[in-house]
């Protein structure tokens, strides 16, 4: 579903990241764990389209995606990639209901429809009473899951998260992390988690280890 291939990055004379060979199958939930400085969370901006790799290829769901012009690959982050960043990243004016329309809109899916599928995201994940909500009024853990409906409303192919956990407490960390698993069940959603959350790495299907800009074979 996800194939990267000599995935290469540097930022000016720093080799962040030094020949990466990745392939992540449908419906898997894969965690990226490793040291600071590891390179993890410039891979999975890569993986995402949000950087661009200095040498390598990616295939995304059958997408040779660096190979799309800057207008496409918009459209399709837009509509094939989902994100769940660390701070949910929720614009504060809005409520949870119009922060997750948003991608839809973006995508050119009519107000209703999108207000349709927000709802549905909404409701899903246990939220359908806090859509009014502003994220001041709502929770760590509400904020979180906002954010992964956000993710969902154009039905990606995969969800990219980045530290998802990392702000939690502990309660509202379990129930994020089986969260993705519950989706994945219902949806087949696959899922990359950038963690240093022990407890998920253990939980997911597979563990990748990265450690000075290359993936560790241990």
């Given amino acids: 579903m996800i194939e990267l291939q000599g995935i290469t990055k540097s930022f000016g004379a720093l080799q962040v990241l030094k ?8 419906g898997e939930v894969v965690s990226i764990v490793g040291p600071s400085g590891a390179g993890k969370t410039t891979l999975l901006q890569i993986m995402g389209t949000l950087d661009k790799a200095d040498a390598g290829t990616i295939v995304l769901d059958g997408t040779e995606v660096h190979r799309l012009k800057e207008k496409e690959l918009s459209a399709f982050r837009n509509r094939q990639i989902g994100f769940v960043f660390q701070f949910h990243q929720l ?4 409520t949870a209901l119009e922060n997750v329309m948003i991608p839809a809109l973006i995508a050119g899916i009519s ?3 999108a207000m349709r599928k927000a709802q549905e995201a909404l409701t899903l994940l246990g939220l359908s009473g ?6 001041a009024e709502l929770s760590g853990g509400e904020k979180q899951r906002v954010a992964v409906a956000r993710a969902l409303i154009n039905n990606p192919s995969v969800i990219l998260a980045d530290e998802p956990s990392g702000s939690l407490d502990t309660r509202n960390k379990e129930e994020l992390h089986q969260l993705f698993f519950d989706l994945r069940d219902k949806l087949g959603q696959t899922f990359v988690i950038v963690t240093h959350d022990e ?3 253990r939980l997911t299907d597979r563990t990748i280890h990265m450690v000075d800009g290359r993936i560790s074979l241990q």
């Fill in 19 to 26: 020949g990466i060979d990745l392939t992540i199958e449908k």
């Fill in 91 to 94: 614009l504060p004016e809005f």
């Fill in 130 to 135: 806090r859509a009014s909500h502003k994220p």
């Fill in 111 to 113: 107000s209703s429809e």
């Fill in 199 to 201: 407890g998920l790495a």
